[in-house]
């Protein structure tokens, strides 16, 4: 399969620049996948340009996979991952374990460097007092580190980005989900940080229908049918993902599929570019006027 090579962007003032489109890798660690399956699905990521692979240390064998089949093509990457628990023999949240989890992720990914290494959404409080932030930043300065980073939403994310510690952030954002676009996404791009955008496709909650057990989903259900959106010829999967590639501020969206085929449609919608000028602000407002109080979904 072929499709169009996705535009790059500078990723803030950090040196790098990132493809509009990656690829979150969340699905890759899930035993249930072969490892071959594994290994296949990851190259084709590379070969359709979406050179921006995010992972994290709760994502199972990702991070190993990821430094099994791609260790080679280290060059074509930028690697991202998160921190901050889940390290044997270290206490959750402490600096040593931030310390800890770079040194085990630098080793599963098999590289010298990892690009982008995130603090995983942990609360506020954590990053005022726990050391986490600090920690990370010895990272950056010795070189195991390009940019520290945090993932989240809220207070934690405002604040975050007000602190000075991070050069990017990674946060929720789309049509259903606008909270920090007006307000961290805009303030990182100010101060020149690097904005990942998650959730992009917003679990595609259009596509299904009924309860879930799953919150976010759940929440993502919720919005959708208040907000009653209308893309008019688009799909809403076009329509969603155009709109949350092309929010001020946001470098790169990441979406997870085991199909290659969902990834050549979705670099295939990026190609036609924004949305709308009309469409993109009726969207923006209707959130505002439906759900202006909504809260960042983790």
Same mark, same amino acid.
């Given at each position: 399969m072929t499709a169009p090579p996705p535009a790059r962007r500078p990723f803030g003032n950090s040196g790098l620049t990132v493809p509009i489109l990656g690829f979150g890798a969340g699905g890759v660690g899930d035993p249930s996948l072969s490892e071959s399956d594994a290994g296949a699905l990851l190259n084709s990521v590379v070969?359709?340009?979406?050179?921006?692979?995010?992972?994290?240390?709760?994502?199972?064998?990702?991070?190993?996979?990821?430094?099994?089949?791609?260790? +080679?093509?280290?060059?074509?990457? /930028?690697?991202? *991952?998160?921190?901050?628990?889940?390290?044997?023999?270290? +206490?959750?949240? *402490? +600096?040593?374990?931030?310390?800890?989890? /770079?040194?085990?992720a630098l080793s599963n990914l098999r590289t010298d460097v990892i690009d982008v290494v995130?603090?995983?959404?942990?609360?506020?409080? *954590?990053?005022?007092?726990?050391?986490?932030?600090?920690?990370?930043?010895?990272?950056?300065?010795?070189?195991?580190?390009?940019?520290?980073?945090?993932?989240?939403?809220?207070?934690?994310?405002?604040?975050? /980005? +007000?602190?000075?510690?991070?050069?990017?952030?990674? *946060?929720?954002?789309?049509? #259903?989900?606008?909270?920090?676009?007006?307000?961290? #996404?805009?303030?990182?791009?100010?101060?020149g940080m690097g904005v990942i955008g998650k959730r992009a496709l917003a679990n595609a909650v259009w596509r299904t229908a009924g309860p879930s057990a799953d919150e976010a989903i759940a929440t993502y259900r919720r919005r959708?049918?208040?907000?009653?959106?209308?893309?008019?010829?688009?799909?809403?999967?076009?329509?969603a993902l155009r709109f949350a590639a092309f929010v001020p501020g946001v470098s790169t969206v990441l979406v997870a599929t085991r199909r290659v085929e969902h990834l050549v449609a979705n670099l295939a919608a990026l190609a036609r570019g924004p949305l709308p000028d009309?469409?993109?602000?009726?969207?923006?407002?209707?959130f505002r006027e439906r759900g202006g109080d909504w809260p960042g979904v983790v």
């Amino acid at each position: 399969m072929t499709a169009p090579p996705p535009a790059r962007r500078p990723f803030g003032n950090s040196g790098l620049t990132v493809p509009i489109l990656g690829f979150g890798a969340g699905g890759v660690g899930d035993p249930s996948l072969s490892e071959s399956d594994a290994g296949a699905l990851l190259n084709s990521v590379v070969d359709l340009g979406l050179g921006l692979i995010d992972t994290a240390r709760s994502y199972g064998l990702s991070e190993e996979r990821i430094g099994r089949h791609l260790g +080679a093509r280290r060059g074509e990457l /930028v690697l991202s *991952t998160k921190v901050g628990y889940g390290v044997p023999g270290y +206490a959750d949240w *402490t +600096a040593e374990c931030v310390s800890a989890g /770079v040194d085990l992720a630098l080793s599963n990914l098999r590289t010298d460097v990892i690009d982008v290494v995130h603090l995983h959404s942990c609360p506020r409080e *954590t990053l005022e007092r726990n050391g986490v932030a600090e920690a990370l930043g010895r990272a950056v300065a010795a070189g195991k580190v390009r940019v520290a980073a945090y993932s989240g939403e809220g207070e934690a994310l405002d604040f975050a /980005v +007000a602190s000075g510690h991070f050069g990017s952030i990674q *946060t929720s954002v789309n049509v #259903v989900d606008q909270r920090s676009s007006d307000t961290a #996404v805009a303030r990182a791009r100010e101060r020149g940080m690097g904005v990942i955008g998650k959730r992009a496709l917003a679990n595609a909650v259009w596509r299904t229908a009924g309860p879930s057990a799953d919150e976010a989903i759940a929440t993502y259900r919720r919005r959708w049918e208040s907000l009653e959106l209308d893309f008019g010829p688009l799909s809403p999967d076009e329509a969603a993902l155009r709109f949350a590639a092309f929010v001020p501020g946001v470098s790169t969206v990441l979406v997870a599929t085991r199909r290659v085929e969902h990834l050549v449609a979705n670099l295939a919608a990026l190609a036609r570019g924004p949305l709308p000028d009309e469409m993109q602000s009726a969207v923006r407002a209707r959130f505002r006027e439906r759900g202006g109080d909504w809260p960042g979904v983790v």
